[in-house]
């Protein structure tokens, strides 16, 4: 049985289960408009109407920020609650999770966990004249820099493509994965 309560945003009404879950309560909170998650939190909101307690094990959760990249977190992931805006940071060429370490949480607990992670706008280009390279043997020196930096970082590379200017790379956990830039 499910009730309606008021006082929520506009046009809005939060469903409380009998046992007093806010549904809305327990959203992952991402207010910022360029970045999103996969479900979407309008579609987690309906998942644990449907099938309570679905947001305490989402598979494959997705936060990203458009033009900039995104984080698979592999397998189960509770994202009850979980503040993504002060947790998630994209910025150019790198992302951070926990920025603020005494908020992280042991290894294996929130989104300090295992995930793939897509960095976007990463490319090769001739320092000189600007042109950027999409093949041949700058693209695969620049490939083997890119594994270097995804080890020296503990993390493990997985892809490259100089296309489209993105580096998919996998962490066991979560610290600072960024790219400096070296001599291409």
């Known amino acids: 049985m499910y009730k309606t309560l008021g006082g929520h945003r506009a046009g809005e009404a939060a469903i409380v289960?009998?046992?007093?879950?806010?549904?809305?309560?327990?959203?992952?909170?991402l207010?910022?408009?360029?970045?999103?998650?996969?479900?979407?939190?309008?579609?987690?909101?309906a998942k644990e109407r449907a099938e309570p307690g679905f947001c305490?094990?989402?598979?494959?959760?997705?936060v990203g920020r458009q033009g900039y990249g995104s984080?698979?977190?592999?397998?189960?992931?509770?994202?009850?609650?979980?503040?993504?805006?002060?947790?998630v940071q994209f910025n150019n060429r790198e992302v951070i999770v926990y920025m603020d370490d005494s908020k992280k949480p042991p290894v294996g607990q929130g989104l300090n966990k295992p995930a793939e992670v897509t960095l976007l706008n990463i490319k090769c280009f001739d320092k000189k004249t600007g042109q950027q390279y999409t093949g041949g043997?700058?693209?695969?020196?620049?490939?083997e820099m890119l594994?270097?930096?995804?080890e020296d970082q503990g993390a493990e590379f997985v892809s490259y493509d100089a296309n489209k200017g993105e580096w998919k790379f996998r962490v066991n956990h979560f610290s600072v994965y960024k790219l400096v830039d070296e001599d291409s």
Not at 31 to 45: G, M, N, Q, V
Not at 56 to 62: M, T
Not at 137 to 142: D, G, L, N, Q, S
């Open 137 to 143: 043997p700058r693209i695969e020196k620049y490939k």
């Open 31 to 45: 207010r910022k408009s360029d970045y999103f998650t996969l479900p979407r939190i309008h579609e987690l909101a």
């Open 147 to 150: 594994k270097r930096k995804a």
């Open 71 to 87: 984080i698979r977190f592999l397998g189960v992931t509770d994202v009850r609650g979980l503040d993504l805006e002060s947790i």
């Open 56 to 62: 305490s094990h989402v598979k494959d959760f997705v």
């Open 17 to 29: 289960y009998e046992h007093g879950a806010d549904v809305e309560a327990l959203m992952p909170k």
